[in-house]
Structures are given as structure tokens and as C-alpha cells.
């Protein structure tokens, strides 16, 4: 008796599709290092996150060339996060119109997508003015206060916004959702969709913060769980496409 394989079957995803979609994946999984080391070797990021304003001022407006190139490829893998979800999901899911469960992980993955944009441009707008007028000559040690309180704001809910939702809680329930869509239409097989549920709980920890309570795990450790499952799902694909001209 031979296994059935969704990806030999006449209803099964076009060549193209599995290509593409491995591709996409393993960019995703890997465009994160770019930022990660301009901003690593610039900023002292992920470190700088937790830094304060008197101190993250002045570093910022000292590398803000590399502060916007790490933070503008930072963006373009964070938008590149809803072709990744939508992508997953529909190979994930049966063919035809999408259900319930299915749409929950698209539309989770557009506000994922949004809110790390916004979480990103508080250090390509506001913090770069806030950097500037913090050095400004004569400036009195009120004014600089003043600045970095807003700074320190500013911060705060950017972070709660990109991090903890976008990164976090949101990105979450994408995963969770797609790892019950492979579970349960059967079109990938069970290893994916128990990685997804359990890559889905491990980036959701950092979220914790929203409710006051410290992560057991920083939020770089919980996303490189989410990307080495974004690589194995990329590799899967291309390795379907691959059999497909078998």
C-alpha cells in the first residue's frame, strides 16, 4: 500500500508555487542575521534595546547611517513576514477556499507584519529627532531630561507594539494556527505542524511582559526557534518541487 503524497496528487500545489515558496522561506530564515550584525556591531543591538536614553542618544546619533541601514532591512524582513505566513498557510491548508482556522493565521500574520513595521520606524523617525535635539548645543540639563523621558516613551510603546506584538503574541498565533492547519488537513507532514506548535509557544513567552511578568527567554532566543521552522518548511518545499520533475 503506497503513502499517500500531497505533493504527487493531482490537486497538488503547482511546481512554481513550491519554489517560491521555499525560497521565500529561506530567506525569511536567514535576512534576519543582516540586520542583526549592522545593528550588532553598530548599536550593541540586541543589548541597546535595554539601554537608557542618556546613553542610547548619543550612540544613536553617532551610528545613525548604520542605525538606518540595520533597521531598514530589519523592516523589509518584518513586511516580508505576511508573504511568508499567507504562503505557508496555503500550502498547508486543502486546495480551494480557505477555512476558518486558515484565515485566523493570515490575518494574524498581516497584524504581525504591521505592528513590527511600527515597532521598527520608531528608530527610522523619532528617536533619530530626539537624538538631535538631545545634542544640541546649549541645551539645558531640564531639556535633555525632557528628551529623554520622551525618548524612554517612545521606546516603551514602540517596543510593546513591535516586540511583544508583532514579534511575540501575534506571530504566535500565526504559528500555532498554522501548525493546526498542517495537523489537521495533512497536506505537510506531522513533524511540521508539532514545530509550529511548539516554535508558536516559544516566541510567545516574550509577550509575558505585556502582563508584567518577566520571559523566561529573550526574544532573539525565542524568534531563532521561529526561523530555524521557517528554514526546515523552505527546504521541505524545494525538495517537493524538486521531486516533482521526478
Known amino acids: ?34 540586520p542583526m550584525a549592522v545593528l550588532g556591531g553598530a548599536i550593541q543591538w540586541p543589548d541597546s534595546l535595554d539601554f537608557p536614553p542618556s546613553q542610547m542618544l548619543p550612540l544613536l546619533r553617532e551610528q545613525l547611517d548604520a542605525v538606518r541601514l ?28 480557505l477555512g476558518a482556522l486558515a484565515l485566523i493565521a493570515v490575518a494574524a500574520a498581516a497584524v504581525s507584519a504591521l505592528a513590527r513595521g511600527i515597532g521598527i520606524l520608531r528608530w527610522l523617525t523619532g528617536s533619530g529627532a530626539l537624538a538631535d535635539a538631545h545634542a ?18 517612545l521606546n516603551a510603546w514602540g517596543g510593546a507594539i513591535g516586540e511583544a506584538l508583532g514579534v511575540a503574541a501575534f506571530a504566535a498565533i500565526w504559528a500555532i494556527a498554522t501548525g493546526l492547519v498542517i495537523l489537521r488537513d495533512r497536506q505537510l507532514p506531522a513533524w511540521a505542524g508539532l514545530a509550529g506548535l511548539v516554535a508558536g ?36 518545499f524545494l525538495w517537493r518541487a524538486l521531486r516533482r520533475t521526478a
Open 1 to 34: 500500500m503506497s503513502i499517500h503524497d500531497p505533493s504527487r496528487a493531482a490537486d497538488a500545489p503547482p511546481r512554481s508555487l513550491l519554489l517560491m515558496a521555499g525560497l521565500v522561506l529561506l530567506v525569511q530564515g536567514l535576512s534576519i542575521f543582516a
Open 70 to 97: 540595520g533597521y531598514g532591512l530589519y523592516l523589509g524582513y518584518s513586511l516580508l513576514f505576511l508573504v511568508t505566513g499567507v504562503v505557508t498557510v496555503r500550502l498547508a491548508a486543502r486546495p480551494g477556499p
Open 136 to 153: 544640541a548645543p546649549g541645551l539645558s540639563a531640564e531639556g535633555r531630561a525632557a528628551i529623554e523621558t520622551m525618548q524612554a516613551a
Open 201 to 236: 509557544i516559544i516566541v510567545a513567552l516574550p509577550a509575558l511582559e505585556l502582563f508584567g511578568i518577566a520571559p523566561p527567554v529573550s526574544i532573539v532566543l525565542s524568534t531563532t526557534g521561529l526561523q530555524l521552522w521557517f528554514m526546515a518548511l523552505g527546504l521541505l
